[in-house]
């Protein structure tokens, strides 16, 4: 039997409550019942109703969808980074979730994607009208995985991030600290979002969907300051004591050289609290003393 709700407040389902999951659902939990579905449910934020299922084994999720659902921010890694991994994370754990829904209508559904289904690699601009064509496997899985909630027969949105970054996203900075990053000059664009951000951009776009707002059917989820590889290296360097490179650092990144636009975003009435890296990436070396 599916949980059902005595409450007229909206009810949101954040399936995929991980890191950015969690962080989503924790902005929504003071103005809507969220519910947050993972494997072990034990893990959601507290003041989140935790759902414990596999979406990629249907059986395990039958009976369990909170009645009278506004919202649907689906937002799956995948458990393991082989094609298999992603299709299931992105195609069939969505085609499940929506598949127990058996037909009841949603305000709206939000997908979490990747600006990696871009492949541009000639520094152009990008936004939401600019041709798909990913370069690896994983860009296709995810891009399969827009087309599935895009043809659900809910309203849906896009969502594609850029690279995430933050606190628990230590990753970028340490190697750089470490000499383990060191990008040939000039380097390709990189695009990021801090996680605060990140997590920001679902939540507002949520408040809007249960407000009535139209949206659009995709938003580019990345901060206002595309640039090169090798500038962002150098910038963390001078803030920061940083080793000198190692014989085998790594010289830049697989994402192409891209600028990722986020004018259709900053026109929904969205804005940054990190509008570029070094507000981002300043404020977790000052924190740490790094």
Known sequence: MAITES???SVVLVAGC????GAIANRLKDSARVFGLRRNPGLVPEGIQGIGADLTRPETLKGKLPANLDIIIYCLTPSSYDQQGYRLAYVTGLENLLAELDGKP??????????????QNDDSWVDETSPTRPARFSGEEIL????????SGHPATILRFSGIYGPSRRRFLEEVREGRMNPLSPAPYSN????DDAAEVAAHLSRLALAGTPLEPC???????PVRLDEVVDWVRRQTPC?????????GGRAGSKRCSNKRLLASGFRFRYPDFRA???EMINETGA
């Open 280 to 282: 981002g990436y300043r």
């Open 192 to 195: 990021r979002i801090h996680e």
């Open 144 to 151: 399969a995985g827009e087309q599935t909630a895009l043809n």
């Open 18 to 21: 991980g890191k950015l999951g």
């Open 7 to 9: 409450s007229n407040s």
């Open 243 to 251: 080793a000198d490179p190692v014989p085998d650092a790594r010289k």
């Open 219 to 225: 938003y580019i989820a990345s901060d206002c300051e």
């Open 106 to 119: 949603l305000k709206h559904l939000f997908f979490v994607s990747s600006s990696s289904v871009y492949a």
